[in-house]
């Protein structure tokens, strides 16, 4: 049993009791709302005739199934158009505060709440979305829950939950150039399994991760729970109360103070104990690319597609699928292959550090012909920022669609969808068999210079030999 970390200390901090279930009952201190998994949740209340316990507490945007062109109403879909209406009408009733399309402040639910200062170090977090993950990266403790969750925690600010145990995923040293924060959780979750974090919480520690930037770090808590995680955490430094310091919703004036030696003392002691802990090195990672249908299934940008006496007997059935649906034989190089279309986007790698990086790529190149490459940003702030330095200009130059902010693509519940056997260079989250809007689509995870690599080139490709 873990000791003296973070997740331990945030765990016991808000614990109201243990119910009869032997489960713990946990105060949930920022609840995440979208269109997607709500709606039911605020059904069952209102058949009951429960209120919204802390309206306070509880912070709507809609992503999903907003269009990233179009976005004239009613949307085109009615599905759609009757989601939005939903959420705008649950929180007008619960009086919710409601991140609305042109508000200035809308987007992706996980690239929005940090952005705005709503994440801070210490908290509980629920959002009824599997990568709320992401907000660990603020040494909060972050989980996805589902619909009936969501009804739980609207009615009553808790949750039931079983406790998780504790894993150290240590990664130490300097990235290599070219390589990014996706890269480091995609060999991650290459080396520990999908299904390897189940019944834990990841504590992402090590000089790599203390090096990283706050964007860095969401991009890998926001794919923890691809490795099976239940959530994932950084211990909050100066990177993160940097960070935080002057957004809206973050502590202000003498406030902030006690807050900094607040977050500081929950970081995990150094005399912590772990159920587990795994170390890596950051020299051993290269610009990695999954080749099959789980986020697990990834490889070195270098090597060839894993055949299966390379692969652990678990792995071979799952392998011998990925091949038949990927169309790519054992043994074969990754690097080359076509692309169809690119996208940059997703709360994985949507944000502005994310743009910026792809712009480096972008500048003075030009999409490769029959490629549609486009760029999603994560937030309307986002878009802001990247439209005043410019950035829109450099990807409309280079050939690169630039769109209005959502999910997009990453999982295509609107007009953004792969066509047929279309092969997808994608810097989000998930590879799984008809992810991208066609049931026969294909996706490439991998960072986002290297989904522009693969635009400019029209083919999987090294972003080191671009850099
Ligand atoms: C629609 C939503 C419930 C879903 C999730 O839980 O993650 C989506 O965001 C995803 O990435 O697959
Ligand atoms: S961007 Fe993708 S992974 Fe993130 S919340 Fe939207 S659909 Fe889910």
């Given amino acids: 049993m873990s000791k003296g970390t973070l997740f331990d200390k945030v765990w016991d901090l808000h614990t109201v009791g243990i119910l009869p279930s032997g489960q713990t009952q946990l105060f949930i201190g920022l609840h995440l709302i979208h269109e997607v998994t709500s709606p039911q949740a605020f059904a069952m209340l209102r058949d009951r005739g429960l209120k919204v316990l802390y309206p306070e507490r509880t912070v709507a945007t809609v992503d999903h199934i907003v269009p990233t062109e179009n976005q004239a109403r009613p949307f085109a879909d009615s599905l759609a158009e009757e989601m939005m209406q939903s959420l705008e009408q649950n929180c007008e009733e619960h009086q919710i505060r409601f991140y609305n399309v042109g508000s200035g402040s809308q987007g992706i639910v996980h690239v929005i709440a940090p952005e705005l200062g709503f994440t801070q170090p ?72 999908v299904k390897g974090g189940v019944g834990y919480a990841y504590e992402f520690a090590g000089s790599t991760f203390e090096q990283m930037s706050m964007e860095e770090r969401m991009t890998v808590c926001n794919m923890a729970i691809e490795g099976g995680a239940r959530c994932g955490y950084v211990n909050p430094d100066e990177v993160t109360f940097d960070y935080l310091k002057g957004r809206d919703f973050a502590p202000k004036a003498g406030a902030w103070d006690k807050a900094v030696a607040w977050w500081q003392s929950l970081r995990s002691d150094t005399a912590a104990e772990y159920d587990d802990v795994v170390i890596f090195d950051a020299a051993d990672i290269a610009p990695t690319i999954t080749w099959g249908i789980t986020p697990g299934q990834g490889i070195a940008i270098n090597e060839l597609v894993p ?13 011998a699928e990925a091949y038949r649906y990927m169309d790519l034989q054992p043994g074969q190089p990754i690097q080359g292959t076509k692309v169809d279309v690119c996208f940059v986007g997703s709360c994985t790698n949507g944000r502005i550090s994310d743009l910026r990086e792809a712009a480096k790529f972008a500048q003075g190149r030009q999409v490769a012909e029959g490629v549609k490459a486009f ?73 986002p210079a290297m989904v522009v690599a693969a635009a400019v080139t029209g083919q999987v490709s090294d972003v080191r030999e671009l850099l």
């Fill in 307 to 319: 055949t299966p006496e390379m692969l652990p007997a678990d792995e071979q059935p799952i392998a």
């Fill in 122 to 193: 210490g908290m509980t977090i629920a959002c009824g979305d599997s990568h709320t993950s992401t907000h660990g990266a603020f040494g909060a403790i972050a989980f996805g829950i589902g619909t009936s969750q969501v009804r739980d925690v609207l009615a009553s600010q808790t949750l039931a939950l079983a406790k998780l145990k504790v894993r150290k995923v240590e990664v130490n040293g300097t990235l290599k150039p070219g390589v990014y924060a996706k890269d480091v959780i995609l060999h991650i979750i290459r080396k520990l399994g």
């Fill in 375 to 447: 760029i999603v940003p994560g937030s309307e702030r986002v878009k802001q920022q990247a439209e005043s330095e410019g950035l829109d200009k450099i990807f409309v130059a280079a050939g690169f669609e630039w769109r209005e902010p959502g999910c997009s693509m990453c999982l295509a519940m609107n007009p953004d969808k792969l066509e047929g056997r279309q092969l997808s260079a994608s810097s989000s989250n998930r590879n799984f068999k008809g992810r991208q809007g066609s049931a026969s689509g294909r996706t490439l995870l991998m960072s």
